[in-house]
Protein backbone atom coordinates (compact mmCIF):
# COMPACT_ATOMS: atom_id res chain seq x y z
CA UNK A 1 0.00 0.00 0.00
CA UNK A 2 2.68 2.44 0.88
CA UNK A 3 4.76 2.08 -2.55
CA UNK A 4 1.14 2.12 -4.63
CA UNK A 5 0.41 5.24 -2.40
CA UNK A 6 4.30 6.58 -3.32
CA UNK A 7 3.52 6.10 -6.92
CA UNK A 8 0.26 7.75 -7.14
CA UNK A 9 1.90 10.29 -5.69
CA UNK A 10 4.70 10.65 -8.10
CA UNK A 11 2.18 10.64 -10.60
CA UNK A 12 0.72 13.70 -8.70
CA UNK A 13 3.29 15.76 -8.48
CA UNK A 14 4.08 16.63 -12.35
CA UNK A 15 0.38 17.43 -12.83
CA UNK A 16 0.31 19.71 -10.05
CA UNK A 17 3.43 21.32 -11.11
CA UNK A 18 2.31 21.62 -14.58
CA UNK A 19 -0.72 23.61 -12.95
CA UNK A 20 1.06 25.18 -11.20
CA UNK A 21 3.28 26.77 -13.77
CA UNK A 22 0.37 27.43 -16.77
CA UNK A 23 -1.02 29.61 -13.74
CA UNK A 24 2.10 31.46 -13.01
CA UNK A 25 2.10 31.97 -16.84
CA UNK A 26 -1.35 32.71 -16.78
CA UNK A 27 -0.54 35.57 -13.84
CA UNK A 28 2.41 37.45 -15.40
CA UNK A 29 0.54 37.75 -18.85
CA UNK A 30 -2.40 39.17 -16.98
CA UNK A 31 0.10 41.55 -15.57
CA UNK A 32 1.30 42.40 -18.03
CA UNK A 33 1.33 46.21 -18.86
CA UNK A 34 -0.82 47.38 -21.87
CA UNK A 35 1.40 47.91 -25.08
CA UNK A 36 1.12 51.29 -26.62
CA UNK A 37 1.63 50.99 -30.52
CA UNK A 38 2.62 54.34 -31.17
CA UNK A 39 2.74 55.34 -34.93
CA UNK A 40 5.77 57.99 -35.54
CA UNK A 41 7.26 60.25 -38.08
CA UNK A 42 10.98 61.17 -38.52
CA UNK A 43 10.95 64.84 -37.92
CA UNK A 44 10.92 66.98 -34.95
CA UNK A 45 9.62 64.44 -32.34
CA UNK A 46 12.72 64.23 -31.08
CA UNK A 47 11.54 63.89 -27.03
CA UNK A 48 9.07 61.10 -28.83
CA UNK A 49 11.79 58.91 -30.01
CA UNK A 50 14.04 59.68 -27.01
CA UNK A 51 11.46 57.18 -24.98
CA UNK A 52 12.69 54.49 -26.84
CA UNK A 53 16.10 55.45 -27.52
CA UNK A 54 16.68 56.43 -23.34
CA UNK A 55 13.85 53.79 -21.81
CA UNK A 56 15.17 54.75 -18.36
CA UNK A 57 14.08 58.26 -18.51
CA UNK A 58 10.46 57.18 -18.79
CA UNK A 59 10.12 55.26 -15.13
CA UNK A 60 6.63 54.11 -15.83
CA UNK A 61 7.46 52.28 -19.00
CA UNK A 62 7.66 48.93 -18.26
CA UNK A 63 5.73 48.93 -15.46
CA UNK A 64 2.29 51.37 -16.58
CA UNK A 65 2.59 50.81 -19.92
CA UNK A 66 4.75 48.81 -23.29
CA UNK A 67 5.62 51.24 -26.04
CA UNK A 68 6.00 50.10 -29.76
CA UNK A 69 7.46 53.00 -32.11
CA UNK A 70 6.46 52.00 -35.29
CA UNK A 71 7.82 54.41 -38.04
CA UNK A 72 5.98 55.90 -41.04
CA UNK A 73 6.97 58.50 -43.71
CA UNK A 74 3.32 59.53 -44.46
CA UNK A 75 0.69 60.18 -42.38
CA UNK A 76 -2.42 58.76 -44.78
CA UNK A 77 -0.52 55.61 -44.23
CA UNK A 78 0.13 56.52 -40.37
CA UNK A 79 -4.08 56.83 -40.29
CA UNK A 80 -4.64 53.84 -42.21
CA UNK A 81 -2.94 51.63 -39.79
CA UNK A 82 -5.19 53.17 -36.75
CA UNK A 83 -8.35 52.93 -38.99
CA UNK A 84 -7.19 48.94 -39.43
CA UNK A 85 -6.74 48.91 -35.72
CA UNK A 86 -2.81 48.11 -36.02
CA UNK A 87 -2.40 51.55 -33.78
CA UNK A 88 -3.45 53.33 -30.88
CA UNK A 89 -1.97 56.62 -30.89
CA UNK A 90 0.54 58.41 -31.97
CA UNK A 91 2.22 61.67 -33.55
CA UNK A 92 0.30 63.84 -36.60
CA UNK A 93 0.44 67.66 -37.51
CA UNK A 94 -2.76 69.21 -35.95
CA UNK A 95 -3.85 70.02 -39.52
CA UNK A 96 -3.96 66.25 -40.25
CA UNK A 97 -5.90 65.53 -36.94
CA UNK A 98 -8.62 68.35 -37.74
CA UNK A 99 -8.89 66.26 -41.62
CA UNK A 100 -9.45 63.44 -39.85
CA UNK A 101 -12.03 64.25 -37.25
CA UNK A 102 -14.02 66.00 -40.34
CA UNK A 103 -14.11 62.50 -41.66
CA UNK A 104 -15.33 60.74 -38.10
CA UNK A 105 -12.32 59.22 -37.15
CA UNK A 106 -12.69 58.63 -33.53
CA UNK A 107 -9.07 59.71 -32.18
CA UNK A 108 -8.14 63.02 -30.10
CA UNK A 109 -4.77 65.13 -29.42
CA UNK A 110 -3.71 65.09 -25.95
CA UNK A 111 -0.73 66.81 -26.09
CA UNK A 112 1.72 68.89 -28.15
CA UNK A 113 4.98 67.91 -29.76
CA UNK A 114 6.11 71.16 -31.25
CA UNK A 115 4.94 74.34 -32.86
CA UNK A 116 6.01 76.62 -35.66
CA UNK A 117 6.99 80.00 -33.93
CA UNK A 118 8.56 83.33 -34.66
CA UNK A 119 11.98 83.91 -33.31
CA UNK A 120 15.80 83.49 -34.04
CA UNK A 121 15.67 81.02 -31.32
CA UNK A 122 13.16 78.73 -33.01
CA UNK A 123 12.88 76.98 -36.17
CA UNK A 124 9.94 77.20 -39.02
CA UNK A 125 9.33 75.28 -41.66
CA UNK A 126 11.21 77.79 -44.65
CA UNK A 127 10.43 77.88 -48.12
CA UNK A 128 13.40 78.85 -50.38
CA UNK A 129 14.50 79.50 -53.87
CA UNK A 130 17.35 80.14 -55.67
CA UNK A 131 19.92 82.74 -54.58
CA UNK A 132 20.60 84.13 -58.11
CA UNK A 133 16.86 83.57 -59.43
CA UNK A 134 14.18 85.63 -60.41
CA UNK A 135 11.99 84.99 -57.39
CA UNK A 136 12.75 87.78 -55.31
CA UNK A 137 8.73 87.86 -53.58
CA UNK A 138 5.73 85.47 -53.26
CA UNK A 139 4.56 87.71 -56.05
CA UNK A 140 7.44 86.21 -58.15
CA UNK A 141 5.56 83.04 -57.95
CA UNK A 142 2.69 83.86 -60.64
CA UNK A 143 3.06 81.21 -63.27
CA UNK A 144 5.61 79.22 -61.03
CA UNK A 145 5.79 75.69 -59.11
CA UNK A 146 5.56 75.44 -55.46
CA UNK A 147 7.27 71.80 -54.22
CA UNK A 148 5.22 70.68 -50.60
CA UNK A 149 5.63 67.35 -49.41
CA UNK A 150 2.16 66.74 -50.02
CA UNK A 151 -1.03 68.26 -51.17
CA UNK A 152 -3.91 69.29 -48.45
CA UNK A 153 -0.33 68.44 -45.66
CA UNK A 154 0.62 71.45 -43.66
CA UNK A 155 3.13 72.37 -46.15
CA UNK A 156 0.59 72.62 -48.70
CA UNK A 157 -1.43 74.91 -46.32
CA UNK A 158 1.74 76.89 -46.11
CA UNK A 159 2.53 77.22 -49.50
CA UNK A 160 -1.16 77.84 -50.27
CA UNK A 161 -1.54 81.15 -47.66
CA UNK A 162 1.98 82.42 -48.68
CA UNK A 163 0.76 82.45 -51.96
CA UNK A 164 -2.32 83.79 -51.06
CA UNK A 165 -0.40 86.95 -49.22
CA UNK A 166 0.95 87.84 -52.20
CA UNK A 167 -2.27 87.61 -54.45
CA UNK A 168 -1.23 84.66 -56.12
CA UNK A 169 -4.23 82.11 -56.42
CA UNK A 170 -2.85 78.73 -55.87
CA UNK A 171 -4.12 76.11 -58.99
CA UNK A 172 -4.63 79.20 -61.02
CA UNK A 173 -1.48 81.26 -61.29
CA UNK A 174 0.51 78.94 -59.34
CA UNK A 175 1.19 75.20 -59.43
CA UNK A 176 1.33 72.83 -56.09
CA UNK A 177 3.92 70.24 -56.60
CA UNK A 178 3.94 67.02 -54.11
CA UNK A 179 7.55 65.90 -53.58
CA UNK A 180 9.61 64.41 -50.75
CA UNK A 181 11.64 66.45 -48.33
CA UNK A 182 15.25 64.97 -49.48
CA UNK A 183 14.71 66.48 -53.44
CA UNK A 184 13.61 69.58 -52.69
CA UNK A 185 17.21 71.10 -52.75
CA UNK A 186 17.75 69.67 -56.31
CA UNK A 187 14.55 70.24 -57.39
CA UNK A 188 14.81 73.94 -56.85
CA UNK A 189 18.42 74.40 -57.93
CA UNK A 190 17.75 72.80 -61.39
CA UNK A 191 14.16 74.66 -61.83
CA UNK A 192 11.63 72.16 -61.52
CA UNK A 193 10.22 73.85 -58.74
CA UNK A 194 10.72 77.28 -58.17
CA UNK A 195 10.46 77.29 -54.85
CA UNK A 196 10.99 74.32 -52.23
CA UNK A 197 9.81 73.52 -48.69
CA UNK A 198 12.15 73.28 -46.23
CA UNK A 199 12.39 71.50 -42.67
CA UNK A 200 15.41 70.39 -40.14
CA UNK A 201 17.52 68.21 -40.68
CA UNK A 202 17.06 69.09 -44.58
CA UNK A 203 17.04 73.42 -44.30
CA UNK A 204 20.71 73.15 -42.51
CA UNK A 205 22.32 70.59 -45.39
CA UNK A 206 20.81 72.44 -47.69
CA UNK A 207 22.22 76.02 -46.53
CA UNK A 208 25.66 74.46 -45.94
CA UNK A 209 25.67 73.47 -50.00
CA UNK A 210 24.61 77.33 -50.46
CA UNK A 211 22.90 78.58 -53.69
CA UNK A 212 19.18 79.23 -52.02
CA UNK A 213 17.52 81.81 -50.15
CA UNK A 214 14.70 81.90 -47.84
CA UNK A 215 11.18 83.58 -49.30
CA UNK A 216 9.00 83.20 -46.30
CA UNK A 217 8.42 80.74 -43.32
CA UNK A 218 5.25 79.08 -41.94
CA UNK A 219 4.94 81.16 -39.55
CA UNK A 220 5.30 84.32 -41.98
CA UNK A 221 2.41 83.08 -43.95
CA UNK A 222 -0.40 82.01 -41.51
CA UNK A 223 0.80 84.98 -39.35
CA UNK A 224 0.68 83.25 -36.30
CA UNK A 225 2.54 80.90 -34.22
CA UNK A 226 0.59 77.36 -33.56
CA UNK A 227 0.88 73.39 -33.89
CA UNK A 228 2.76 71.70 -35.92
CA UNK A 229 3.11 68.34 -34.45
CA UNK A 230 0.79 66.72 -31.75
CA UNK A 231 0.55 63.53 -29.78
CA UNK A 232 -2.90 61.51 -30.04
CA UNK A 233 -4.67 58.37 -29.10
CA UNK A 234 -7.99 56.16 -30.40
CA UNK A 235 -10.87 57.63 -28.39
CA UNK A 236 -11.88 53.45 -27.69
CA UNK A 237 -8.05 53.03 -26.53
CA UNK A 238 -8.52 56.04 -23.85
CA UNK A 239 -11.76 55.10 -22.44
CA UNK A 240 -10.40 51.47 -22.21
CA UNK A 241 -6.70 52.88 -20.63
CA UNK A 242 -7.22 56.12 -19.27
CA UNK A 243 -4.13 55.19 -16.63
CA UNK A 244 -2.18 53.66 -19.10
CA UNK A 245 -2.03 57.31 -21.09
CA UNK A 246 -1.82 59.17 -18.22
CA UNK A 247 1.21 57.29 -17.26
CA UNK A 248 2.66 57.60 -20.84
CA UNK A 249 1.72 61.55 -21.07
CA UNK A 250 3.89 61.55 -17.60
CA UNK A 251 6.83 60.22 -18.65
CA UNK A 252 6.67 62.08 -22.17
CA UNK A 253 6.70 65.61 -20.23
CA UNK A 254 9.83 64.77 -18.30
CA UNK A 255 11.44 63.80 -21.66
CA UNK A 256 10.36 66.71 -22.65
CA UNK A 257 11.98 68.59 -20.15
CA UNK A 258 15.11 66.41 -19.97
CA UNK A 259 15.33 67.19 -23.58
CA UNK A 260 14.79 70.84 -23.34
CA UNK A 261 17.84 71.25 -20.60
CA UNK A 262 19.91 68.92 -22.20
CA UNK A 263 19.29 69.03 -25.86
CA UNK A 264 23.11 68.29 -27.13
CA UNK A 265 23.46 65.16 -24.81
CA UNK A 266 19.73 64.07 -26.40
CA UNK A 267 20.53 64.66 -30.01
CA UNK A 268 24.03 62.38 -29.51
CA UNK A 269 21.38 59.88 -27.92
CA UNK A 270 19.32 59.85 -30.86
CA UNK A 271 21.89 59.67 -33.14
CA UNK A 272 24.08 57.16 -31.42
CA UNK A 273 20.61 55.32 -31.65
CA UNK A 274 19.83 55.34 -35.38
CA UNK A 275 16.41 57.46 -35.07
CA UNK A 276 18.81 60.66 -36.65
CA UNK A 277 20.86 60.28 -39.83
CA UNK A 278 22.28 63.23 -40.49
CA UNK A 279 25.84 64.27 -40.02
CA UNK A 280 25.77 64.16 -36.12
CA UNK A 281 27.72 67.67 -36.01
CA UNK A 282 25.38 69.11 -38.64
CA UNK A 283 22.73 67.77 -36.03
CA UNK A 284 24.04 69.54 -33.42
CA UNK A 285 23.71 72.78 -35.25
CA UNK A 286 20.31 72.68 -36.52
CA UNK A 287 17.65 74.93 -35.01
CA UNK A 288 15.05 73.67 -33.10
CA UNK A 289 10.95 74.07 -33.07
CA UNK A 290 9.41 75.38 -30.04
CA UNK A 291 8.02 72.75 -27.59
CA UNK A 292 6.28 73.73 -24.62
CA UNK A 293 7.98 71.98 -21.27
CA UNK A 294 4.28 70.62 -20.43
CA UNK A 295 3.29 69.73 -23.56
CA UNK A 296 0.14 71.72 -23.64
CA UNK A 297 -1.67 72.32 -26.72
CA UNK A 298 -2.13 75.73 -28.21
CA UNK A 299 -6.34 74.94 -28.94
CA UNK A 300 -6.91 78.49 -30.28
CA UNK A 301 -3.84 78.24 -32.98
CA UNK A 302 -5.65 74.98 -34.59
CA UNK A 303 -8.83 76.57 -34.30
CA UNK A 304 -7.52 79.14 -36.38
CA UNK A 305 -6.01 76.65 -38.88
CA UNK A 306 -9.61 74.87 -38.64
CA UNK A 307 -11.03 78.19 -39.71
CA UNK A 308 -8.32 78.53 -42.61
CA UNK A 309 -8.88 75.31 -44.21
CA UNK A 310 -12.75 75.59 -44.18
CA UNK A 311 -12.83 79.65 -45.45
CA UNK A 312 -10.21 80.28 -47.58
CA UNK A 313 -9.17 76.76 -48.81
CA UNK A 314 -12.77 75.35 -49.25
CA UNK A 315 -10.60 72.33 -47.72
CA UNK A 316 -13.30 70.71 -45.29
CA UNK A 317 -17.47 70.69 -45.98
CA UNK A 318 -18.16 71.90 -42.42
CA UNK A 319 -16.57 73.34 -39.19
CA UNK A 320 -14.56 71.22 -36.92
CA UNK A 321 -15.34 71.69 -33.16
CA UNK A 322 -11.49 72.05 -32.30
CA UNK A 323 -11.95 72.05 -28.80
CA UNK A 324 -13.85 69.09 -28.77
CA UNK A 325 -10.94 67.01 -30.62
CA UNK A 326 -8.41 68.22 -27.92
CA UNK A 327 -8.49 66.71 -24.48
CA UNK A 328 -5.65 67.70 -22.31
CA UNK A 329 -6.84 66.21 -19.28
CA UNK A 330 -4.74 62.97 -19.23
CA UNK A 331 -1.61 65.54 -18.71
CA UNK A 332 0.23 65.78 -15.84
CA UNK A 333 -1.47 68.67 -13.36
CA UNK A 334 0.38 72.12 -13.73
Not at 58 to 73: C, D, E, H, R, V
Not at 174 to 190: L, Q
Not at 203 to 223: D, H, I, P
Amino acid sequence: MSEGGSVKRSRCFPAALLAVTALGAFNAAAQEPPLIRFGRGFAAEEQVWLMSARPELTPNQGKKYQLKQILFQANPERFQAFLAGELDGGTAPGLAVIFARAQGVDMKIVASVCLEAAGREWFSTTYMVKDDGPVRSAKDLKGGTVGVVGIKTATDLWARAGLLNASVVPDKDAKIFPMGFPGMGDAVRTGKINAGTFVEPFYSAEMARGGLRKLFTAVEAVGYDHELLDIWFGEKFLKAHPDTVRAFLADYVAVTKYYLANTAQAKRDLHKAGFVRTPLEIYLKNADWKRDPAARVDVASLDKLSKFMLEKLQWLEKPVDVRQMVDESYLPRQ
